[in-house]
């Protein structure tokens, strides 16, 4: 793992700036903005664009009691980017996302057909929840997978959200941060950015690709398809 203080010293250096004696208490502006903005910038959006595994990535399980709303973690940041994201584990079925009021307010009115599990996630940083239309009885458990907002751990491996120390470790890939980090400082401040922005994103690709296991060469091999997606969730008895 790499020490968070040497990756922002590396930064720093490549900008032609010297390393603070602590980067925890460093108060000088040229410090804090590396810190505090290009470098949560950057986690920021290497959270938002990639689905990391664990501890990045996690998993939690719902046990349906009847009600329609359920709380989320407090380290949840968003779903993960996956068709399979929220399922339920009675039916083995794949819940349907629903983005919009619009859409929510139509199926809690007028219904749907058949047994399909629709879900919607709100609230904000810490307080997320998620609620479901056909609401999960008692006992059906509904797994969720979601980004969390953990990008760093403490010297005792303990991950989290708050870079509070010098031996705290990046759980992010060094390079991709440092990039980050560059070409938001060169940005800032006026300089020619684009080489290191183009560097960045294609780390940022490789690493989406990598973490999703698209880097496979495709000769036309026909793709699997589960059984259970060829027949209904319920069958009714005769």
Known sequence: MTLIVDVLSRAARQVSLPAP???????????????????????????????????????TTITGDGS????????F????????????KTLDRACTPVVNDGHWTHIKEIGTSGVERYFRVSGYEGN??????ME????????????????MANSGGTAGKMFTS??????????????????????????PFQDKYMEYEALVARLSNDSRQRRVI??????MVRWQDQIPAYIPEA
Do not use: C
């Open 21 to 59: 004696s602590s980067w925890v208490s460093a108060t000088a502006d040229e410090y804090v903005e590396i810190r505090d903005d290009f470098l949560l910038d950057t986690v920021d959006d290497l959270l938002e664009r990639v689905d990391l595994p664990s501890p990045i990535g996690a998993q």
């Open 68 to 75: 329609e709303t359920y709380s989320l973690p407090s380290d």
């Open 77 to 88: 940041v968003r779903l993960q980017r996956d068709m399979l994201a929220v399922y339920e």
């Open 128 to 133: 997320y929840s998620i609620s479901f239309y």
């Open 136 to 151: 999960p009885a008692a006992a059906n458990e509904i797994v969720v997978s979601y980004i969390t907002h953990n990008w």
């Open 166 to 191: 010098a031996e705290d470790v990046l759980l992010l890939p060094r390079r991709v941060v440092e990039a980050g980090i560059i070409w938001r400082w060169r940005e800032r401040k006026g300089m």
């Open 218 to 223: 495709n000769f036309g091999a026909r793709k």
